[in-house]
Every structure is written in C-alpha cells, then in structure tokens.
C-alpha cells in the first residue's frame, strides 16, 4: 500500500521468541462502510512515462496453482506436508524492475487451494526482524510488511488488498478501482473467516542478534473472495485452468540502532519489492499483476499458459493510459488512434469512441470486425 495514494493522504504520522508462532482469525464482513475521499491531487500519479504507454509492456509473471493434498494448519510453519508439493515463485523483484537494483534480502511465496480457500505461504529473509504496530486495520506498511493484492475476474475493478506485519497485525481494504481512477478503498470491508499467521525465525524487536527472518500463511476463504467479483457466474471456487490477477509486495525500510532498538533511518523512503514488477512505484496498477492460474491435475504436472490475448489487453491499457495523456495535453479525449501514437499488435485495430466527460476503446478483430475486449475512460477493461 506505501506505493500508493496514501502518500498524498498522509497516513502520518509483546515480544515474541525464538520460532514463535503467532496466529489471528478473522470474523465476517463488517456492516460499517468507510470510504476515503481521494483529492485531485491524484492524477500527478494517473499516467506512466511516455515510453511505458507508446511500448508494449512484457507479459506479466505466471504462477501454477495446484490442489493441497492435504490439511494446512495455519501456524505460520511452512513444514506441512502440503506446501512440498507447492512450487517457490521467483524471488521479489524492485516494483519497477530490471532498471533498479536487486533487492538485498530474498522474498518468495507459494500457493495451493482447495475447497474452502486460497492459501499463501511466504519466507521474507530478513537479519533484523520488527514490528510496532499490534492495531487491526493500523496503516502497516508504516512497519515492514507483506501486501497481496488480488483480481479475481481481472476487470481491474473491484479488488482486495491484505497487509501484514512480523507482529501478524493485519489491514484489509475493499478497492472499487484503482486510486488513479478515483477509486475509494473501503477500509471497513473484513475478509470473511480470513486466517493469517506469523512465524519468526529469531526474535522480535532484539538488535542485539541477528535473525534468519519470518514466514506466513494466508487462508482466505472463497466466501471473502466471491465478494470481489461483480456477477454469481463468474466461478468461485475456480475451475481448471482458471487464470486470476495477483500480485505481492514486500515493504522493507532502512533501519538503525538507537539507545538499543529500531528506529527508521530518517529522510530515507522505503523500498518497494514485488514478485511481478509493476514499472512504476503504485502496486495499484492491476493490469500489472501476475497471473494465477488454477489447476486440478498432480502437482508439477502442469505448465503455466500465457494469456493469449495479452498484447490485445496490455494495447487497450497503453490506449487508455494515452488516452489520459492526451486529455492532460490537450484538456480532452481524441476519437483519433493515429493521435496517441501507440505501438499496436497485428489481427486487429484500435477503435475509439469519445464523448464529452469520457471514451470508449475497443480492439475490433481482423476477421469478423466485432469487438474482442473493450476499456472505458474508468479503467475498467472487459470481454
């Protein structure tokens, strides 16, 4: 979430022993509605470098997800049975690529599913290992912490987000659309029977040693997960071969000693690490995310499959995210193609219709003419 428009809104301003797990269970969905008015100081952030909207952007990272075998307490112990049958995702990554340096601790994440939920295991190396903030829905990324970050019918609309810290203290939010898109987060929104634990493989909040780091288990439940989809037919629990948008991030900050504990290096941001690179500093870019594709087959059987209509998607948001510029350049929306200067993929064309507040974008196909996936001014990409 540091990545993100809270940083205009200001958010700012026990111990735990060797190996020792520490678990939370969640209720149901509050009743209680809380949305932040965002200000319009957001579209400083609305539209990426030139470069980022005229090139096609690389497919995002995939990851297969296979049926658990068998039970998964979650404990924060990564030793059960199950998780051997899970793949490792490659390790993290800085939010905007290849063009920064490599993060200097590991980050990875496995998952698994059954019939009752999505789980989420991660290791985060980390030599000295803190945590301040013990309040459920605190701003946690103000401490060191784990995001997930979830689409399940990847309309970039209408998606989770889950914040967690060492201490096993967790925030949730309820997205309607990225912030870019004057979306309001919903921060009384609470995963349904969501289950998180920590385990920290040396101590908490002690400089006086140095730590291995901490590991993490997720289980949230197809019930809070139906309520980020905006039709019954889209089918949750998954079937075979389903693919959802996902992304994680690692929210690491420099740190010193002082009169024996943490404090935060000052004048220093914090680092942002991700398992699929978004290209910019805001992890709410969820047409950046990674693939998660569900299957039922053996595990290890099973290769990740592309989206094949990827360069039709990523040209409709690089259409979008022009479009913008263009409205920012010129104080409206063009109805022309040749105006944004795209770089567009073959069997097919860019079309545009516009209105006074607004556009629609559609990629008509090369053979039958009819619309193959369309994005409005909103953001929200459909098929």
């Given at each position: 979430m540091s990545a993100s428009m809270w940083y205009i809104l200001s958010f700012s301003n026990h111990i735990v022993g060797k190996a020792s797990p520490i678990m939370s269970t969640r209720p149901q969905l509050s009743a209680v509605l809380l949305a932040l008015v965002l200000a319009g100081s957001m579209s400083a952030l609305a539209v990426p470098p030139p470069e980022a909207i005229l090139e096609p952007c690389p497919h995002p990272k995939g990851y297969v997800c296979y049926r658990a075998?068998?039970?998964?307490?979650?404990?924060?112990?990564?030793?059960?049975?199950?998780?051997?049958?899970?793949?490792?995702?490659?390790?993290?990554?800085?939010?905007?690529?290849?063009?920064?340096?490599?993060?200097?601790?590991?980050?990875?994440?496995?998952?698994?599913?059954?019939?009752?939920?999505?789980?989420?295991?991660?290791?985060?190396?980390?030599?000295?290992?803190?945590?301040?903030?013990?309040?459920?829905?605190?701003?946690?990324?103000?401490?060191?912490?784990?995001?997930?970050?979830?689409?399940?019918?990847?309309?970039?609309?209408?998606?989770?987000?889950?914040?967690?810290?060492?201490?096993?203290?967790?925030?949730?939010?309820?997205?309607?659309?990225?912030?870019?898109?004057?979306?309001?987060?919903?921060?009384?929104?609470?995963?349904?029977?969501?289950?998180?634990?920590?385990?920290?493989?040396?101590?908490?909040?002690?400089?006086?040693?140095?730590?291995?780091?901490?590991?993490?288990?997720?289980?949230w439940p197809w019930k809070g997960l139906k309520e980020l989809v905006e039709t019954a037919a889209f089918p949750i629990p998954p079937k075979d071969g389903d693919q959802w948008r996902i992304n994680f991030s690692r929210v690491e900050w420099d740190m010193e000693v002082a009169n024996g504990k943490y404090r935060k290096v000052e004048g220093r941001s914090e680092h942002n690490w991700v398992w699929s690179p978004q290209g910019v500093i805001d992890m709410h870019r969820p047409e950046r995310w990674g693939h998660l594709q569900f299957t039922t087959a053996k595990p290890g059987t099973v290769a990740f499959k592309p989206d094949p209509d990827w360069a039709i998607r990523d040209a409709l948001h690089r259409g979008y995210y022009a479009e913008r510029q263009f409205l920012k350049d010129k104080g409206r929306y063009t109805a022309n193609v040749a105006d944004l200067g795209l770089k567009l993929p073959p069997g097919g064309s860019l079309k545009v219709e516009t209105t006074r507040t607004g556009f629609e974008m559609w990629w008509a196909d090369g053979k039958t003419g009819n619309p193959r996936y369309t994005i409005k001014h909103t953001g929200r990409i459909t098929k």
């Open positions: 075998p068998s039970g998964i307490a979650i404990d924060g112990d990564l030793k059960d049975a199950a998780w051997a049958s899970a793949a490792w995702t490659d390790a993290f990554v800085d939010i905007e690529g290849d063009k920064k340096p490599k993060p200097r601790f590991r980050t990875r994440v496995k998952m698994l599913w059954d019939d009752d939920a999505l789980y989420i295991a991660a290791e985060l190396e980390e030599p000295h290992v803190w945590g301040t903030l013990t309040e459920h829905d605190s701003v946690i990324y103000r401490d060191n912490d784990f995001e997930v970050f979830i689409d399940p019918d990847g309309d970039n609309h209408l998606y989770g987000e889950l914040e967690l810290n060492a201490l096993n203290t967790t925030w949730d939010l309820l997205l309607t659309k990225p912030y870019k898109d004057s979306g309001r987060p919903i921060n009384a929104w609470e995963i349904s029977d969501l289950k998180t634990a920590v385990k920290i493989d040396g101590t908490l909040n002690d400089p006086r040693d140095t730590d291995r780091g901490w590991t993490l288990e997720i289980k």
